[in-house]
């Protein structure tokens, strides 16, 4: 079974740009978590999404957004891009959502502001 | 102060050595405590899953929770360079809504031979 991919795998963008991150997860699996990884906050929960609906939401501005297409696949955009937004961005899949599920994580996108 | 704290490291440690990883968390909230492994330049993939208070031992690893002192551990037995990697505890509060996974800093282990 095809984990979990997303694309692109690096990005360089200017601040002021946006950006849109796409997110595959594994066959079957509905819902779908955003997080953002930097060296000094660590893994930081963006959003989560379950038949094309936002359930869940962590604490960032507005700038972030997502959505989940019917094939439960998923993009996140960040408009007006921040020099602090420069982080690796991860995707984890499970079949619903419940806390005894496994995410499983993508590799990541890589997104540089300069 | 972060709900997962976690001492980032980094930790070196010979090869065969016991490596011992630990995280303290504060909210009485939180049921479900997993260790992710990540390897450069690659996304978190889930280790040990253990609910509540108690031991659970995989092969190599052994995961410890002890919720009266809100601590997580993370024992590596007889250790690998192919060990050498960042772990992170997370930790789900059973009311916290869904998949909200809320990670500690990450201990970067390295396993020299």
């Known amino acids: 079974k095809a984990g979990v991919t997303q694309t692109p795998r690096y990005l360089i963008k200017t601040r002021g740009q946006q950006v849109t991150l796409s997110c595959s997860p594994i066959s079957g699996h509905r819902s779908v978590s955003w997080y953002q990884q930097t060296p000094g906050q660590g893994l930081q929960f963006l959003f989560e999404y379950f038949s094309e609906t936002q359930r869940n939401k962590g604490n960032f501005p507005g700038r972030f957004s997502g959505r989940q297409f019917s094939n439960s696949r998923s993009e996140m955009n960040v408009s007006t891009l921040e020099l602090g937004d420069s982080a690796l961005y991860l995707c984890?899949?499970?079949?619903?959502?419940?806390?005894?599920?496994?995410?499983?994580f993508g590799p990541g996108t890589r997104l540089l502001v300069l | 102060q972060k709900e997962v704290e976690q001492d980032p490291g980094p930790l070196s440690v010979p090869e065969g050595a016991i490596v011992s990883l630990n995280c303290t968390y504060s909210n009485s909230a939180f049921q479900y405590f997993m260790w992710y492994r990540q390897y450069s330049r690659k996304g978190p993939e889930l280790l040990m899953y253990t609910y509540s208070s108690g031991n659970k031992e995989d092969g190599r690893f052994t995961a410890q929770v002890d919720k009266s002192s809100k601590y997580i551990s993370l024992f590596i037995r007889d250790s690998q360079p192919s060990d050498s990697a960042t772990y992170l505890c997370a930790s789900h509060p059973l009311s916290g809504g869904y998949n909200k996974l809320i990670f500690g800093a990450g201990t970067r282990l390295a396993v020299h031979p």
């Open positions: 984890a899949s499970s079949l619903s959502g419940g806390p005894q599920e496994t995410q499983y």
